[in-house]
């Protein structure tokens, strides 16, 4: 089984993250279910810790590879001398372990000015060529915080478990973000989440489209969910299983061209 996360750093995250599984079959997958965390953990207007709680142990029993919408490190310039990825999540938790997303935002906007980067909001060799935000955005700065620290360093720590290609084993956990995935098959990647005024469902529903035509299989009710579900968080969930498809493919194989092994990568 494949999955797919699209994730949030809400304070109260259950409605906002999605989690999707699809299963290979010879034409592309076929999506056995496609829920939100309100659900899948019975976790409805709870605080973030308990539903990030909930998601960590998911993640550990995890049946297959799962693709996790959130930044999976910082840049390069903004790190201390560490020795490997492993060793830079630990800064990181251990960094901002009493600090809010702004704080840390504002902490990391001022190593960046001490550095020698060019620039207060760094991308990772990562991001850019697939249009990703820095990682301390007003965008992704919540998203990142709890991603890392509270999700992914404790499972890391842990050995709970292997993320593709920083630390290598089966299955793998790996970073998407379905907007790039999106680009790569030609369909929108952007004005499609965020509401439910009739372009951006028109928008959805396209993609739903577009997704069929790839070769994933989907029921009309679960098809109904990915357009009417206004966030867009859902139609993320299931992108990320073709993002996953796609790096099974491919044998979690890198571009060396943007990938730095310290600051993460991002499977297309």
Known sequence: MYHGVDFSGAAKPADDIWLASAAPTADGLRVEAC??????????GRDRSVVLGSLRDWLADADGPVGLDVSFGLPRPLLPV??????????????????????????LKERA?????????????????????????????????????????????????????MAPGDPPLCEIYPASTLRALGLPDEKYKGGTHEGERARRATIVDGLREWGVELDDATATTLVEEGGGDALDAVVG???????????????PDRYDPLEGYIYV
Request: charged content about 30%; glycine content about 2%; cysteine-free.
């Open 35 to 44: 829920r939100s965390a309100a659900t899948a953990f019975d976790a409805s």
């Open 113 to 165: 000015r001490e550095s020698d980067a060019d620039g207060v909001e760094l991308k990772r060799v990562t991001d850019r060529p697939t249009g990703a935000s820095s990682p301390y955005s007003f965008i992704t700065r919540y998203q990142t915080l709890h991603g890392i620290r509270d999700v992914l360093a404790p499972l890391v720590r842990e050995r709970h478990v292997a993320v593709a290609p």
């Open 241 to 255: 299983t073709v993002a996953v498809a796609r790096a099974v493919e491919r044998e979690f194989d890198t571009n």
């Open 82 to 107: 560490v020795d490997d990825w492993r060793a830079s999540l630990d800064w990181f938790a251990d960094a901002f372990a009493d600090r809010d997303a702004r704080e840390m935002q504002t902490a």
